[in-house]
């Protein structure tokens, strides 16, 4: 009875001691004298978003959750470590971020030695932890920090209303921050690429703003404020390409015409026509990772794995080429209703099914059959503690010990 | 500084000592030298159902809802304990029900003692236990232990499907075995009602079987098989009787027409039209309690609680009398997508909006006020180890510490 491993990377060998859905369990080796298993990933990005900001999450729940997507082949962790509620990441270059934004400066941070652990945590698990500072929107809790001019000042008519838009492209502050912020997260996070959001940029602010009206005359930008968030988001990827460092984006700065750098990732989170932005990103030659049919924070009654079992992320028109620059994708569990209390629950196992859509070649789609193995899999995550919510009716020989 | 608690029963007075959405909290009397409130129930039947068929509740889950029950002002446990997937109650006169019938005869069912425990735990919080052993149909479960004839055989054509199907109402061995079942659990559960189910009585499997034709032609039934259905319940009713409890049914008992005793509960669970549903119960008479607007096992994104909330329960049509026969409510987690691993997040605090409809006058439906109050108070549940949800984006100062 003698079981090789052989793997290209040192991942590829962490991954077959994992225990996704096709997990060589140590009492199947009783019945088997030689066995040749090839077994590899149809996509190199599998990833999981997890957001800190909507809800502090636990350091004790993100190694958990690390835990259990090595189970499940997963392999990069997008940490959406930063939004609108809050701040939690601790800075060592502007700790008045978090000391001001964070839900609470002491309890409710990451210290750099947590954001370090998480990391290690995560590596030896084969995981990549790529970080999302998402800017210029969702900055709200930046602003309570940063106490300069880092967001623009709303107008109501002719004074300003006292609150806050997006990050203020038109000051020189502004980038002076930015490549300051991004030099510390460039060295604090070692993967090599970097997520910088550009999601929901609402230019309401900018429009009220006499001193951004005044900037977009200058420029000639009339009124069209995406060359706005265009002037921005370029200049940031400016300062991010000195850190040398790769940078992934959502859809909308591809949307909205940014000029990018030939190798930026465009993260594809949108709608129900996901094929039609899979196909026109691919065509202008930018690589793509999908996570539009695979937000996991919208819940439904019954058996919603299906759904996200039976995405096929390559089904659009286009050439082979293009279907070669879809280099995976990622379920989010965005954290508006969600937090320590129900997240793992929540999150598997019916994040397995996009983890096995990620994993598995595109004719493993019998649902029924994935269906008795997700049972036995989730069951599996139950007996080693991780709180795997039911598929349907049934039981576990070792059900969950917690409340 | 003192606070006085009356109450004209010892359990009013332990509700008192509650913390739902109105808890005294010590630290409030700081600032307080004498204080008076009126805090009495709006419904007396406050109740909350569970089930533990379709997934095994390890006591320690149970134990840990009943205490977030108390200080949310429920004062009913529904146990609805077997159905069609598992017996896990484990009788002492017919102890082969729950050997073949659980998923599992050791560790997957309620000994004795446990469920004397879970009686205890209840009571001490002033919660009566009301348990559901639902009949004719939803015993699926039923026939493994009992090996005799107590489900009808189905028939496909002129022979025996091999399959079963609702309690076989036409013979005598049926009420022999009920009589005796009922006799303990009437022992075993001190409260002064039982549940007697029947709901969702599927009448295919008795119009296939020859014998059971045969019965009603001889009874005159014609082809109305809700006559055969209301002919067991009469018997059931009967039965139970000469065990001096009272009994609830779902409502479909008297949607049939079964002639039902004059103190009869109708449980009614239907559909969206519960006002005229209501109306009629009352209309006939019988005392009512509401779950149709509470199915807490239908889950959607957002905040649910807000439509669970608003349900007025005497919004129907009646006079004055009929309303008084409107004793309460219950909310109602049922188990197909629920077990150990989600049911208490699940649960709370979208059940304490229900508690609070129940308990609170009328007047009380500012959802804005209940929210910040709901809020306060989920983060008391969680301090004390409940990992009751949370409402939206926020904190509590004290986290939830499990996984």
């Known amino acids: 009875p003698v ?30 004298n030689r066995t040749e298993i090839q077994d590899f990933p149809r996509f190199a990005h599998r990833g999981l978003l997890l957001d800190t900001s909507r809800h502090f999450l636990p350091i004790k729940v993100i190694l958990a959750n690390l835990e259990a997507m090595a189970w499940n082949k997963f392999n990069v962790f997008h940490w959406h470590i930063v939004d609108d509620p809050s701040f939690p990441y601790m800075s060592r270059t502007f700790p008045q971020l978090s000391q001001q934004g964070a839900y609470h400066p002491y309890t409710h941070v990451y210290t750099p030695s947590d954001v370090k652990m998480i990391i290690e945590f995560a590596r030896l698990r084969g995981i990549r932890v790529v970080s999302e500072f998402d800017t210029p929107g969702h900055t709200q809790s930046w602003g309570k920090g940063e106490c300069g001019d880092l967001l623009t000042p709303c107008y109501s008519g002719a004074s300003p209303s006292g609150s806050f838009g997006p990050v203020n492209p038109i000051l020189n502050t502004t980038y002076d921050f930015m490549a300051m912020f991004f030099k510390e997260v460039s060295t604090v996070f070692p993967d090599a690429y970097i997520h910088l959001g550009g999601d929901e940029v609402d230019f309401s602010c900018w429009k009220s703003n006499p001193d951004i009206q005044k900037f977009m005359a200058q420029q000639g930008f009339g009124t069209d404020y995406s060359k706005l968030e265009s002037f921005y988001i370029q200049r940031l990827l400016d300062i991010v390409t000195t850190t040398n460092k ?28 996901f094929e039609e932005e899979l196909q026109k990103v691919t065509e202008a030659g930018f690589t793509t990772i999908l996570s539009a049919p695979w937000y996991l924070d919208y819940i439904s009654y019954g058996q919603d794995w299906q759904k996200y079992y039976k995405v096929e992320p390559l089904i659009f028109n286009g050439t082979d080429a293009q279907k070669k620059l879809v280099v995976g994708g990622e379920a989010c569990l965005w954290g508006e209703y969600v937090d320590a209390t129900n997240l793992t629950p929540r999150l598997w196992p019916r994040a397995s099914a996009v983890g096995e859509r990620l994993w598995s070649d595109k004719d493993v789609k019998d649902t029924n059959d994935a269906y008795s193995r997700l049972t036995k899999h989730r069951c599996r995550m139950v007996q080693r503690g991780i709180p795997a919510e039911p598929l349907f009716t049934g039981y576990c020989a070792h059900e969950y010990k917690g409340v």
């Open 3 to 32: 079981a090789v491993l052989k793997a290209p990377k040192v991942w590829g060998a962490l991954r077959g001691r994992g225990h996704g859905f096709y997990a060589i369990h140590t009492y199947f080796f009783k019945s088997i």
């Open 246 to 273: 790769g940078y992934m984006i959502w859809q909308e700065v591809f949307d909205n015409g940014v000029k990018l750098k030939s190798d930026t990732v465009v993260h594809v989170w949108m709608g129900n026509k």
